[in-house]
């Protein structure tokens, strides 16, 4: 009798605490260029606030805002805005437009085989390339074998936006071979010395990410996906990642953790993982602005004549730390104007800072790209400490199992 | 209870109590009565499942299927401030939504989405823009679109013009299956024949359970060490273009039918009676003459079934094409072209397609091709099974297994 009460007590908390995650669970899916990241972030999210439970699904961005759509999900990861006809079946759905945060930028690489002596492509090259056009790596300066296209299936967002920025929402080449995820991606490259892939920087291992340049004219310089080169959008292919949110979802927490990936420490994540931060934490719902900054990338400032660079050097820092929205600063408290406040201020100002911030050109391997890179590279080898220190506490439980497996046998001997 | 009075003469009448054989019976009656009716609901109830899955997907590719799907885009424009104005059916033929969701919408939402699909229409100018690519003639047979540069069979069903050609999709299908066959067929049999006609006893133990085991590998792992492993190991032995192609899928399919043909054929050839085989040899043929030419003629119709069950096995099956495959969409006969099969395309496809959308009608009516193709085989072969086993009855009828054994052949060596 006296187990009753017990087992009462356990299920009721047992029920407390489903009842109480489940207040405060927050789905994520979306975008698999942006999985890790996601990841990532809601790993250190919820070692900060433990209250709090966020489950991370890819399956590519289309996926992610059909979900949306379809309520399924609290925030859709995408790496590419939204298509009109998703925005009107949204309208039709909810009575109003998504709103739009961008939460970290990308450089869309172009990889090769290590092997590949090819050096630099311009984006017309990689069209012409995706398009079928050039078949063979001599055409490009490289050796006397085949090309063979590797690519992203139709529901990842890396597909949509390279449709619609490097291939001008021309078909690709039936002879692309679609896999799935960027992993794959990079992985076929890599083992495939006559393969070129495309794919969200932060999965460049064991392959080579080429130098774009915009077109052949002599003032464009081909350039690598650094930070420097994907913030001020001398990169051709920089793209920023979006997160998208229904209005009617004016959950508290939800806004927090929103507020916590634009912020200080959830960009920090950003830099660990790979991709690049945001020049100032831009959160804007006004699709057409967006749409501007998106064709800004593709037709791209030709970059400014040689003498430039040392006022736009010193003019680039300045307006870094006042648009950086302060993560102390008071949390506005009713939960429903949270979202959408915020875009508000920052939608404003980075227009003001496109226009503020020359583009300087720079030299193909300038010491800002090394210490981009080393920067990059000290990132990539804590992660792998990390990992090593996980490794390293898992082989400790499974010593302590054993000694406690290896303990109860005895006992059951003795007995 | 109509039984009792029938079967008390049997019993011995002082046994035991008419009162208690009568609750007994009785007791037997129901409880059998209860399980057949149970069984019989379950039945049924597969049986509707089976007959509703066929009308769900019938439903959603109907209006493809009749026409009336219809993707043209005519030039003309509504005004966004005019539109509210204008009768449902008009915005909703525009909008390409249904007639009762724009009239539940605001004034002021409908002039948002009208603005956003004049967007969107305003983007494309095209010449294909009038063609109802959802069309027979569109989605069987070849046609020249813009930008490129002859006819060709096209499935590009993301494009701002969207592209159903259905024939390179079937052609990688088959291409796949047989392949798949051809490789799995000869193994199986001969491993079914060995295993058990000519293997020892303790040889077959342990073999007959090893190969069935292949029949638990997850067919994601035997796509996975296709991607892996084999497209690897066959690129550096057959030095071909495209890594991943129809015989890298076609190999790794194999494995996954191997083990059902072979435990069908298993199991057809130990049906066959004991006699026919002690016949064969007390007359003086060697171990082999008589698996050859009595065994497996007696078990054809087993095997043959075996047979179409693979193939229905490597026409459906997703996952190992979906990594393994490639999944480009081209004409070619070649071995070692990439294909994209119609399990992956409908894999990789559905979850991304709008509901309701063309995209979506033709993914289900592509899935229910495949249905017709398996469906068609099956009844084909069931045909020819039937038609062999009683041509092999009357064959075994006239000769001399009538006067052995008359009535031992009759169906045993059916499956």
């Avoid at chain 1, 949270?338 to 920052?346: G, K, N």
């Avoid at chain 2, 909008?95 to 948002?112: A, G, M, N, Y």
């Avoid at chain 2, 393994?324 to 994209?340: C, E, K, Y």
């Amino acid at each position: 009798m006296k187990a009753l009460p017990t087992f009462c007590l356990l299920v009721a908390a047992v029920f407390g605490f489903a009842l109480s995650a489940g207040a405060q669970q927050i789905t994520l899916k979306g975008s698999d260029t942006m999985v890790i990241l996601n990841q990532k972030w809601s790993e250190e999210y919820m070692k900060k606030n433990p209250g709090v439970s966020i489950q991370v699904t890819g399956g590519g961005s289309g996926t992610g805002l059909a979900a949306l759509k379809n309520g399924t999900t609290d925030v859709a990861a995408s790496s590419r805005q939204m298509k009109s006809k998703e925005t009107q079946d949204f309208l039709v759905q909810f009575g109003g437009k998504p709103l739009c945060y961008e939460v970290a930028l990308d450089g869309l690489a172009v990889y090769v085989h290590a092997s590949n002596p090819v050096k630099e492509l311009t984006v017309e090259q990689v069209a012409q390339l995706y398009l079928g056009k050039i078949t063979n790596w001599k055409q490009l300066g490289g050796d006397d074998v085949p090309v063979v296209l590797y690519g992203r299936e139709s529901n990842s967002g890396t597909y949509g936006y390279f449709k619609e920025f490097v291939l001008k929402e021309s078909d690709f080449s039936p002879q692309t071979q679609t896999l799935a995820g960027t992993g794959a991606v990079i992985d076929a490259v890599s083992k495939d010395n006559k393969g070129v892939g495309y794919g969200g920087i932060a999965y460049s291992h064991h392959v080579k990410a080429l130098p774009l340049r915009f077109d052949n004219s002599p003032n464009s310089v081909a350039v690598l996906p650094t930070m420097e080169n994907v913030e001020s959008r001398k990169y051709p292919l920089s793209r920023p990642l979006y997160f998208y949110v229904s209005p009617k979802n004016t959950r508290p927490e939800l806004a927090a953790f929103i507020r916590w990936v634009t912020g200080k420490e959830g960009q920090k994540v950003v830099t660990d993982v790979g991709y690049y931060p945001l020049p100032g934490a831009v959160a804007a719902n006004d699709k057409d602005k967006e749409k501007d900054k998106g064709k800004e990338a593709s037709q791209a400032p030709k970059p400014a004549p040689v003498s430039a660079p040392v006022a736009a050097a010193e003019a680039k820092p300045a307006p870094k730390p006042e648009l950086r929205p302060e993560p102390t600063a008071p949390v506005a408290p009713a939960p429903a104007t949270v979202p959408a406040e915020t875009p508000a201020i920052p939608a404003q100002s980075v227009a003001a800072t496109k226009e503020e911030r020359p583009v300087a050109p720079q030299p193909a391997a300038s010491p800002d790209e090394i210490a981009a890179l080393t920067r990059r590279e000290a990132a990539l080898r804590n992660r792998e400490s990390s990992v090593a220190e996980r490794e390293d506490e898992v082989a400790k439980r499974e010593a302590a199992v054993a000694s406690r497996e290896i303990a109860m046998r005895r006992a059951y001997r003795g007995r | 209870m109509s039984a009792s009075p029938k079967r008390q003469p049997e019993i011995p009448p002082n046994s035991f109590p008419d009162d208690l054989y009568a609750d007994l019976c009785k007791r037997e009656v129901i409880t059998d009565d209860i399980a057949g009716r149970i069984m019989l609901a379950l039945s049924t109830l597969s049986i509707l499942a089976v007959v509703l899955i066929f009308v769900f997907v019938a439903k959603e590719c109907l209006p493809v299927l009749t026409g009336q799907t219809s993707t043209v885009r005519s030039g003309k424009t509504i005004d966004p401030e005019t539109a509210a104005k204008m009768p449902a059916e008009e915005i909703a033929a525009y909008l390409q939504q249904p007639v009762p969701t724009i009239r539940s919408l605001t004034p002021d939402v409908l002039k948002q989405l009208v603005a956003l699909r004049n967007e969107e229409l305003a983007g494309s100018k095209n010449s294909d823009d009038a063609l109802n690519t959802t069309s027979w003639a569109l989605m069987l047979m070849p046609h020249q679109w813009q930008g490129y540069s002859e006819p060709a069979y096209i499935w590009q069903p993301t494009s701002k013009i969207e592209k159903y050609n259905l024939v390179p999709l079937f052609l990688g299908t088959c291409k796949v299956a047989f392949i798949a066959l051809v490789i799995a067929v000869p193994l199986a049999l001969l491993a079914a024949i060995y295993v058990s006609q000519i293997a020892s006893v303790r040889v077959r133990e342990i073999m007959k359970p090893l190969i069935e085991l292949l029949a638990g590998v997850p067919s994601v792992v035997l796509g996975f060490l296709a991607l892996i492993a084999l497209a690897t190991i066959f690129q550096s032995i057959f030095h071909y273009e495209a890594r991943l192609n129809s015989f890298v899928a076609g190999f790794a399919l194999a494995f996954a039918v191997i083990p059902l043909i072979f435990t069908v054929a298993e199991d057809a050839l130990s049906a066959v009676p004991r006699a026919h085989k002690d016949a064969a040899l007390a007359l003086g043929a060697t171990e082999w003459e008589c698996a050859w030419r009595v065994m497996v003629p007696a078990a054809l119709p087993g095997i043959f079934a075996a047979v179409v069950l693979g193939f229905g096995r490597a026409i459906g099956e997703t996952m190992v094409v979906l990594f393994a495959s490639g999944n480009s969409s081209i004409m070619s006969l070649s071995p070692f072209d990439s294909v994209r099969t119609i399990t992956a395309t409908i894999g990789s496809e559905l979850a991304d397609a709008a509901s309701g959308s063309a995209h979506y009608q033709v993914l289900f009516l592509i899935g229910g091709l495949l249905f017709l193709i398996t469906f068609t085989f099956n009844l084909l072969a069931d045909l020819a099974i039937g038609r062999l086993r009683s041509r092999i009855e009357a064959l075994a009828g006239r000769e001399t297994y009538s006067i052995i054994q008359p009535k031992a052949y009759s169906g045993d060596a059916a499956i």
